[in-house]
T-cell receptor, first 114, second 113 residues
Framework: DVKVTQSSRYLVKRTGEKVFLECVQD?????MFWYRQDPGLGLRLIYF???????EKGDIPEGYSVSREKKERFSLILESASTNQTSMYLC?????????????FGPGTRLTVL | AQSVTQLDSQVPVFEEAPVELRCNYS??????LFWYVQYPNQGLQLLLK??????LVKGINGFEAEFNKSQTSFHLRKPSVHISDTAEYFC???????????FGRGTSLIVHP
């Protein structure tokens, strides 16, 4: 059974803190993605990775960085959290490059920055 | 650039009534189209997808969608909804085989008893 796990369901941080969101998959998928989800805005792509140590910017990368040192783990990093980064963060994986492969999503991390 | 519009932010409906959630895209080239569902406090789950072939696509949980190229639409339908269908529904499009899909803003389906 497909499994994408995210380290926390809920997270509260203070402005200026460095924040790590972790995503782990057990499906040996090549591709991993980080989205943020905001009411009325849908899902917006922050970063994606198509291989270990490889990353590409998505639509809204500003204020974020990522790390993929191992195939199964993709981390999203907020170097200095700000209140406008309060959001739901969703991780997703996909087996290959083809858009026809199914994307699998984790349960999400709801981050609040105070 | 590919874009997708979900015309309704919220759709209230009574249980056992039919429902249609609308999705339009803007593209003049070939597209792949997807519908995802997000139940409360969960991640997204693929409902169905159109890649090629028959324009009527059947998905899980009794949902279906019809690809209409002339109308650039991919509306989602279910003939009789259940309380358990209450969720957020997202339409997504990939234009010309783009590696990354673009998601719509979502439609909240609220099923009342």
């Amino acid at each position: 059974d497909v499994k994408v796990t995210q380290s926390s369901r809920y997270l509260v941080k203070r402005t200026g803190e460095k924040v790590f969101l972790e995503c782990v998959q057990d499906m040996d998928h090549e591709n991993m993605f980080w989205y943020r989800q905001d009411p009325g805005l849908g899902l917006r792509l922050i970063y994606f990775s198509y291989d270990v140590k490889m990353k590409e910017k998505g639509d809204i990368p500003e204020g974020y960085s990522v790390s993929r040192e191992k195939k199964e783990r993709f981390s999203l990093i907020l170097e200095s959290a700000s209140t406008n980064q309060t959001s739901m963060y969703l991780c997703a994986t996909r087996k290959g490059v083809s858009i026809t492969d199914t994307q699998y999503f984790g349960p999400g991390t709801r981050l609040t920055v105070l | 650039a590919q874009s997708v519009t979900q015309l309704d932010s919220q759709v209230p409906v009574f249980e056992e009534a039919p429902v249609e959630l609308r999705c339009n895209y803007s593209s003049s080239v070939s597209v792949y189209l997807f519908w995802y569902v997000q139940y409360p406090n969960q991640g997204l789950q693929l409902l169905l997808k159109y890649l090629s072939g028959s324009t009527l696509v059947k998905g899980i949980n009794g949902f279906e969608a019809e690809f209409n190229k002339s109308q650039t639409s991919f509306h989602l339908r279910k003939p009789s909804v259940h309380i358990s269908d209450t969720a957020e529904y997202f339409c997504a499009v990939s234009e010309g085989g783009s590696y990354i899909p673009t998601f719509g803003r979502g439609t909240s389906l609220i099923v009342h008893p």
